[in-house]
């Protein structure tokens, strides 16, 4: 099921949906032999169904993958429940959408598996569009307001937590004491969980410096390092 995370998310990144611009880059159509129709109604439903949110990721509304896919729609309800990763999926204002970045590697391997040559050259001309989409003037951007606006609310993290004291030893607070992310952001780059106060612990100096160098990098690492190293 999708994460009705918009109801339930702790962080201080607001997301909300909007149309993209239908003027983005068309890419290449491959098979000069499938039928004009075939590639416009790509366009049409990418252009109605694809929208970029204020985090700046592209979502994929559901009702559009039966064409994206070129499939039926109990065919595209499967594809959408079955195999696109329920970490990928959000439900916005009632609706159900996947991260384009599923859809885009999905369409990529059904491309390279599928051996209608027509189908093949639609489902790339979907993969492609996303990938526009994504890419496009409109999306980078958004991406920039999403990273001057990260900057800004970085340092407030700490505070916003609301704990004075080491997470890891339960020192009292020292000099230098700060936020730490327990899934490193330069490996894990949901931007909402960025800027999420429950997705890091506040830590002193010499604590923070020794997650570092002992190369912790995800939740289930840092919760094994902190039962090691609570206080006796």
């Known amino acids: 099921m999708p994460n009705e995370e918009e109801e339930n998310s702790t962080s201080k990144l607001p997301v ?23 590639y416009n109604k790509i366009d049409s ?19 559009a993958f039966s064409t994206i896919f070129q499939t039926t729609g109990p065919k595209a309800a499967f ?18 959408y996947a991260h384009s970045s599923a859809v885009v590697g999905l369409t990529d391997k ?6 209608d040559a027509e189908k093949q050259a639609l489902l790339q001309y979907s993969r492609d569009s996303l990938i526009s989409v994504s890419d496009s003037p409109e999306a980078q951007d958004m991406r920039r307001k999403v990273d001057s606006f ?3 609310t970085l340092p407030k ?3 916003e937590r609301g704990v004075n004291t080491d997470e890891v030893t339960g020192e009292e ?30 830590l002193n100096p010499e604590t923070h410096a020794d997650v570092h160098r002992k190369n912790i990098n995800n939740e289930e690492q840092f919760e094994k390092y902190q039962a090691e ?4």
């Open 16 to 38: 909300t949906l909007k149309p993209v611009d239908f003027e983005y880059k068309k890419p290449e159509r491959r098979n000069e032999l499938t039928e004009p129709k075939k």
């Open 45 to 63: 439903k990418i252009g109605e169904l694809v929208k970029l949110g204020t985090n700046g990721v592209t979502y994929v509304d559901e009702d």
């Open 79 to 96: 594809i959408f429940e079955n195999q696109i990763p329920d970490s990928d999926k959000r439900s916005f204002d009632g609706k159900n």
């Open 110 to 115: 059904k491309s390279q598996e599928v051996r």
């Open 150 to 152: 990260t900057s800004k």
């Open 157 to 159: 993290l700490r505070d």
């Open 173 to 202: 607070r020292k000099k230098g004491f700060a936020f730490h992310h327990v899934n490193p952001k330069e490996l894990h780059t949901d931007p909402e969980d960025v800027l999420d106060p429950t997705k890091g612990r506040n």
């Open 229 to 232: 190293n609570k206080p006796k």
